[in-house]
């Protein structure tokens, strides 16, 4: 296995500095400040040194929505040049606590004060999870100048402490708050019954996790699909399919990076995992499994419907920065909008799949495909699978 595509910056190899993603800090020149006034969308919690971890706001006056990007049609160098300019706050997490809350709390951006120690740095980093930020400082003061406006189902949500995080975040997804407000807001501490600010990577991949669970629940009751439907998308140069399989819910996905992709840069690196009934473990595949498996729980639950679903996604070297796993989310959505292709059998889906991708090698890699062909259903043979 390609270390670099398991990796995805984080520093496995040992290397004090990723080698993949050096070549973007000279990408953009900032002038240096020691101070900011203006909005802050979003906040940042760190991992490192967890418990006693460091947070702040995000600073920028630009779109930080990936809903926003792509309505406005940013490419991957303008979301690239966005994240750029954006200035992550640092400080422990102690301090900014309360302005943390009114930062998560507000459904529109607020604004805020900032004096920094010394000027902002620029230190762009990827990790594959997380959309890149560019430029960091360590905070002396901050202060928001705004009363955070949040939506009615996010201040109930909020303020009800006898509700658990994991059904906080059910709630609050089907009242229509989107998974990004969502992992905001459980980031910094304001959903549970013993509430504690959660590393934002974290928060990302539970919330993805805890939403599909409840959903899987729902498709568990919900009568199979009557044909074996094809989806297919392409978002950012990483291309999604999608094998819908008449049964009960069973997820695979695999994960193929081209040679001369980012994480790939020699090699061709192929990566998979999946599950019957409950995920054990977390997944090789990182936060794109969940982010993948989140759009299709989805979409099952709205048709009411059940089924076992392959995924497959190619990453071509046209996806030079990893933007975080909302492309794979918003990649799959896009994919189960379009109307699917009905195959005859499980062998075309397969023949039409090596067809989108050009090549079979992705099919050593299935459990899914080789199970539901040996552990046949009364209900597999009337479809002839």
């Given at each position: 296995m390609n270390l670099c595509a398991q990796c995805k910056g984080k520093g496995l190899c040992g290397r004090s500095k990723c080698p993949v993603t050096s070549r973007f800090q000279a990408a953009i020149s900032m002038k240096p400040t020691d101070s900011y006034m203006g909005e802050a969308p979003s906040v940042f919690v760190g991992s490192r040194g967890f418990p006693r971890m460091s947070a702040g706001p995000l600073l920028t006056g630009e779109p930080d929505s990936p809903k926003e990007w792509l309505r406005r049609g940013y490419s991957i160098d303008d979301i690239v040049g966005v994240r750029a300019r954006t200035i992550r706050g640092n400080a422990g997490l102690a301090s900014v606590q309360g302005a943390l809350c009114e930062v998560?709390?507000?459904?529109?951006?607020?604004?805020v004060e900032a004096r920094f120690h010394s000027p902002v740095r620029f230190d762009l980093t990827f990790d594959g999870t997380l959309a890149p930020v560019g430029m960091k400082g360590a905070l002396k003061t901050i202060s928001v100048l705004d009363n955070a406006k949040p939506e009615r189902p996010v201040d109930r949500v909020t303020s009800d402490y006898d509700l658990r995080a994991a059904d906080a975040v059910r709630v609050l997804f089907a009242e229509g708050i989107d998974e990004r407000r969502i992992t905001q807001l459980l980031s910094a501490g304001l959903l549970g019954v013993k509430r504690?600010?959660?590393?934002?990577?974290?928060?990302?991949?539970?919330?993805?996790?805890?939403?599909?669970?409840?959903?899987?629940?729902?498709?568990?009751?919900?009568?199979?699909?009557?044909?074996?439907?094809?989806?297919?998308?392409?978002?950012?140069?990483?291309?999604?399919?999608?094998?819908?399989?008449?049964?009960?819910?069973?997820?695979?996905m695999i994960e193929q990076w081209e040679k001369q992709s980012i994480w790939s840069p020699e090699t061709e690196t192929i990566?998979?995992?999946?599950?019957?009934?409950?995920?054990?473990?977390?997944?090789?595949?990182a936060g794109a499994y969940y982010s993948a498996r989140l759009g299709l729980a989805e979409h099952l639950a709205r048709i009411g419907r059940s089924a076992s679903i392959l995924v497959i996604r190619r990453i071509r070297s046209g996806y030079w920065a990893p933007l975080g796993t909302w492309v794979i989310r918003e990649a799959v959505r896009r994919?189960?909008?379009?109307?699917?292709?009905?195959?005859?059998?499980?062998?075309?889906?397969?023949?039409?799949?090596?067809?989108?991708?050009?090549?079979g090698k992705w099919i050593g890699y299935s459990t899914?495909?080789?199970?539901?062909?040996?552990q046949k259903t009364l209900f597999d043979f009337a479809l002839k699978l």
């Open positions: 998560a709390l507000s459904a529109v951006p607020v604004d504690h600010a959660v590393p934002t990577r974290w928060a990302i991949t539970a919330v993805d996790d805890t939403l599909s669970a409840g959903l899987r629940t729902q498709i568990s009751r919900a009568p199979p699909l009557d044909t074996i439907q094809l989806y297919s998308a392409e978002l950012f140069a990483n291309r999604i399919i999608i094998l819908m399989i008449p049964g009960q819910w069973r997820f695979e990566l998979s995992d999946g599950e019957k009934d409950i995920k054990s473990g977390y997944s090789p595949i994919a189960i909008q379009e109307k699917p292709e009905h195959v005859e059998s499980l062998d075309a889906g397969v023949a039409r799949i090596c067809q989108i991708m050009g090549s899914l495909i080789p199970e539901i062909k040996t």
